[in-house]
């Protein structure tokens, strides 16, 4: 076993992992990446058809932000928010406010017609207060935290509840996995969260609602319903009223529910629930971590439902995918409530050490740079078309029962039989099988549960792609020999 190798099995203990899985085979120990490739010490090529978790944006070692980075550690590497501010995160700040206007960076042409209409020269943002932090789990606990404390001061509610999604994942972090329902993560930790509560979220494939027969174009064109869903939100938000402690926040992946399983919401189904949970006075806190920076087609998907939440959180590709660094966006109404004389205490008492970090405000200036260029903007609406075209092979497959995709979000969900839509059990471990087998045929990713995930880095080109879903493919055939 490579030496490497050898030190990582004696040291280190990897995330959402079963080590003594792991501690059975050598592992892929990754030296570099360019673009959507990554090589590891061996010199084998794999293509990133996660995007590393995710995260990254426009491809390995981008000349770009390799290089604003590295002009930014020529100047300082990091000095801290807590007393003094700094250049990239004053100037990053100022952009996350622009980008996450209610009108996105694809639609700027028609930001300056409204402007020239209008007369106004400038269009106001919502989101105009910026909190960073590191991860998607800390821009949650920023949120809530506010969320929380603004409640109890301007609407004088003693505990105010939160409620967020079924199947919703918002992180590892203590505060983050109280708004979390995913049992197989969550329930372990219990005795150790605070109480939320939890609204089913659509399912179109599995919805009990659904009345479509198992035919294959049923699964691809599941959309003809009545929006029963909608109206079981209504009645979870008043019945709550009735009982006399309204939620007071309501919590929320847009479009896309990822490790739920890559779940896509129906159009107009976010634009109705959260006018709902406005209508009943709740807060609204997206969460774009996973959803954000372009990946659903637009630069946040809050804006595809012209949805405009109290808080934004973002993390994950806010680097491009080169440095941890988070946001949580939110509204002058909130910071104000946080204003006020020293000693009456009403700061927001919450930081962490590497809030504002140069090099990650320095990668995240550069990487929304190169997103808001009209050359990446045409990337991914080729991109998008490309891999939708190319999905569509998977459909003859008899063990794949849905493939859901939203802008650059692709989930396929693995079936014991496509007419009976029959789950695998997960001791089956049929995701983890086919990933292992497509690692094998120079393909990475990582599914959730039974479900391959594909979201490919924004510069992956046609024969990247092709051979990301021949991979799937081949290795779903293999594995359950059809
Ligand atoms: C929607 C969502 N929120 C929050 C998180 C947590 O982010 P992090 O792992 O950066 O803490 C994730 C991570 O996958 C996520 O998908």
Same mark, same amino acid.
């Given at each position: 076993?490579?030496?490497?190798? &050898? ?164 992180? %590892? ?15 372990? $930790? ?12 659509? $399912?179109? $494939? ?10 294959? %174009? %049923?699964?691809?064109? $599941?959309? &003809? ?258």
């Amino acid at each position: 076993m490579n030496k490497l190798a &050898q030190l990582d099995h004696k040291y280190v203990w990897h995330p959402f992992t079963q080590m003594r899985d792991w501690l059975k085979r050598e592992p892929i120990v990754i030296a570099e990446g360019n673009g959507a490739e990554l090589r590891d010490v061996r010199g084998r090529k794999f293509l990133d058809a996660n995007s590393s978790i995710w995260t990254n944006l426009h491809g390995h070692n981008h000349p770009k932000i390799t290089s604003a980075i590295s002009k930014q550690l020529k100047k300082i590497a990091h000095s801290s928010a807590l007393g003094f501010a700094n250049e990239p995160a004053s100037l990053l700040a100022q952009k996350l406010v622009e980008v996450a206007g209610p009108i996105s960076v694809e639609q700027e042409s028609s930001r300056a017609q409204i402007k020239k209409k209008s007369g106004l020269d400038r269009v106001s943002p919502h989101l105009n207060k910026v909190f960073l932090s590191d991860d998607g789990s800390t821009a949650l606990e920023v949120a809530l935290k506010l969320a929380y404390e603004f409640s109890r001061r301007t609407k004088k509610i003693k505990s105010p509840k939160f409620l967020s999604l079924d199947g919703a994942y918002h992180g %590892d972090t203590v505060g983050a996995v109280s708004l979390g329902h995913i049992d197989l993560f969550h329930k372990a $930790y219990r005795g150790l969260l605070f109480r939320t509560d939890k609204v089913a979220a659509p $399912y179109c $494939y599995r919805c009990k609602f659904n009345r479509a027969k198992p035919e294959r %174009d %049923d699964a691809r064109n $599941y959309r &003809q319903c009545n929006f029963e869903c909608v109206g079981k939100f209504e009645q979870k938000f008043s019945a709550q009223k009735k009982k006399g402690n309204p939620f007071a926040t309501f919590v929320f992946e847009p479009l896309m529910q990822g490790a739920a399983g890559m779940i896509p919401q129906p159009e107009g189904w976010l634009k109705q629930v959260s006018e709902i949970a406005r209508a009943n006075g709740a807060l609204l806190i997206a969460d774009e971590v996973m959803t954000g920076f372009g990946r659903t087609g637009k630069t946040f998907a809050c804006q595809k439902e012209n949805v405009r939440p109290d808080f934004l959180c973002v993390a994950k590709g806010m680097t491009g995918g080169y440095l941890p660094m988070a946001a949580t966006l939110t509204t002058q109404k909130v910071f104000d409530a946080f204003l006020g004389e020293y000693h009456e205490f009403k700061t927001f008492f919450h930081g962490h050490s590497y809030t504002a970090n140069q090099l990650g405000a320095a990668a995240s200036l550069a990487s929304l740079k190169i997103l808001q260029s009209k050359k990446s903007i045409r990337a991914r609406k080729i991109l998008e078309k490309n891999l939708r075209a190319e999905l569509q092979s998977l459909w003859q497959l008899p063990n794949v029962g849905d493939v859901r995709q939203v802008g650059l979000v692709v989930g396929i969900e693995l079936v014991k039989n496509w007419r009976t839509r029959e789950s695998f059990d997960l001791r089956d471990r049929a995701g983890i099988r086919v990933c292992e087998a497509m690692a094998k045929c120079g393909v990475l990713t990582r599914p959730i549960g039974n479900v391959i995930v594909i979201m490919p880095p924004y510069c992956t080109t046609q024969i990247q792609l092709k051979k990301m879903i021949s991979a799937i493919r081949e290795s779903i055939a293999a594995v359950f020999r059809n």
